[in-house]
């Protein structure tokens, strides 16, 4: 059964640095396009950064440009986030989600990690 587990939050001060982690046991990876979402207190969840099957293409939101990268470990079946140069707004739940490419129904969010940017 697919399931998402997402690793790796924390606290961190500005201008520090955290790894997200989002294992996909159970899936074939290369058919989800994958995606990390966000969601700070009082705000609408919001996506981060979105890569598409087979890794084809990638997109940001303009806040995190140049400062975040997605990528995957086909191998293990790993999504990732590395996040640099982090400010306080990051500070958020992060969420890791996954589409099938063909199959929209076939949708999975995890539970979510907590980032904390502050001084």
């Known amino acids: 059964q697919e399931q998402l587990v997402e690793s790796g939050g924390g606290y961190v001060q500005p201008g520090g640095s955290l790894r997200l982690s989002c294992v996909a046991p159970?899936?074939?990876?290369?058919?989800?396009?994958m995606t990390w979402y966000r969601q700070a207190p009082g705000k609408d969840r919001e996506l981060v950064a979105q890569?598409?099957?087979?890794?084809?293409?990638?997109n940001y939101a303009d806040s995190v440009k140049g400062r975040f990268t997605i990528a995957r470990d086909y191998a293990k079946n790993i999504l990732y986030l590395q996040m640099n140069s982090l400010k306080p707004e990051d500070t958020a739940v992060y969420y890791c989600?996954?589409?099938?490419?063909?199959?929209?129904?076939?949708?999975?969010w995890g539970q979510g990690t907590q980032v904390t940017v502050s001084s």
């Open positions: 890569i598409t099957r087979s890794d084809t293409t990638t």
């Open positions: 159970g899936f074939t990876f290369s058919s989800y396009t």
């Open positions: 989600h996954a589409v099938h490419w063909l199959v929209a129904s076939r949708n999975y």
